[in-house]
């Protein structure tokens, strides 16, 4: 049993395209040794709908190349086939159709769906971690239900791109849940747009906040700039190689990107080597500011003294 698909909804978790109850899959489930690694999506996704079900495309072991092509996140995450694959993996979906401000909703509803699910994990096994990884809107389910969780529910959290605020992962993060949690915020300036784009859309809960890709102060969390040379040097010095960015603008570069899902494995399935301390030992002291990458000048061409737009 190495992934069960889950779908999250107001009225709770159930599994996808399956009328079987689902408390007796997770205690099946608890006998499986290894971490619990929960993956979600974010905006425009919807479990069932053929063209844009999470469950057929990155959160599938086999992702058809609809809406676009993406490499399989379980695959990515280590999780196999077999039988013998370490560890559970959860490929979470949940409705992120409609405007965006429809989709938050769900979202904020589905992470009380899923302190529910977490819940029950942590309840079979205390002993097993659990760790989350979530893009783009995927992240407020994670922050959403860290309120409602015991200490130790939730282990460690990556967000890609998160769309999100600074203030609500301070909010979760200082919970009795959060505070034992570890938070790794990736982030690139190739999002700046996308993360402008929310902070115009959807109101912050506090005046001046701004999403979490502009940085996070927090003892428990540490912030990956993954188009900062500095920060892709010091993960290659450990062994952890990304591809440099090839574009300045994208939403999806956190998990496109050569090597960021095989960084994210060894993130959660090694923890106790990866530590924070270590992830932030050869950072920079603060991501780049917005715009940096959209506003860098136009590299030279092979073989010209300048930039073509340059004067």
Not at 3 to 9: F, H, P, V
Not at 77 to 104: H, K, M, V, Y
Not at 179 to 192: G, K, L, M
Request: aromatic residues 6%; proline residues 12%.
């Amino acid at each position: 049993m190495p992934m069960i698909k889950i779908n999250l909804t107001q009225s709770g978790a159930h599994l996808h395209d399956s009328p079987r109850p689902l408390a007796p899959v997770l205690r099946s489930a608890g006998r499986v040794d290894g971490p619990v690694i929960v993956m979600t999506h974010g905006y425009r996704y919807q479990p069932g709908n053929p063209r844009i079900c999470p469950h057929r495309h990155i959160l599938s072991l086999d992702p058809e190349p609809q809406p676009h092509p993406a490499p399989s996140w379980p695959g990515g995450l280590g999780f196999g086939p077999a039988e013998n694959t370490p560890g559970l993996a959860i490929a979470l979906g949940w409705d992120g159709s409609g405007t965006l401000w429809q989709a938050r909703r769900r979202a904020l509803l589905a992470g009380q769906a899923l302190a529910g699910l977490l819940n029950q994990l942590h309840q079979e096994r205390p002993d097993r971690p659990i760790h989350f990884i979530g893009h783009s809107m995927g992240v407020e389910l994670a922050l959403a239900a860290m309120p409602l969780l015991p200490p130790g529910a939730l282990t460690r959290i990556i967000s890609i791109s998160g769309a999100v605020y600074a203030g609500q992962a301070q909010q979760a993060l200082r919970s009795p849940a959060g505070q034992v949690a570890e938070f790794i915020n990736v982030t690139s300036r190739e999002n700046d747009l996308f993360d402008w784009l929310f902070e115009r859309a959807i109101a912050p809960p506090h005046r001046r906040d701004r999403a979490i890709g502009a940085g996070l102060d927090l003892p428990n969390a540490v912030t990956l700039q993954l188009d900062c040379a500095h920060t892709l040097d010091h993960l290659a010095r450990l062994g952890l190689a990304v591809a440099a960015p090839q574009s300045r603008v994208c939403h999806r570069s956190g998990y496109l990107r050569p090597g960021a899902l095989t960084l994210y494995c060894h993130l959660l399935r090694q923890p106790h080597w990866l530590t924070l301390d270590l992830l932030r030992h050869g950072l920079p002291a603060h991501p780049a500011p917005r715009w940096s990458r959209i506003l860098a000048p136009v590299p030279a061409r092979p073989g010209l003294p300048f930039a073509p737009n340059a004067s």
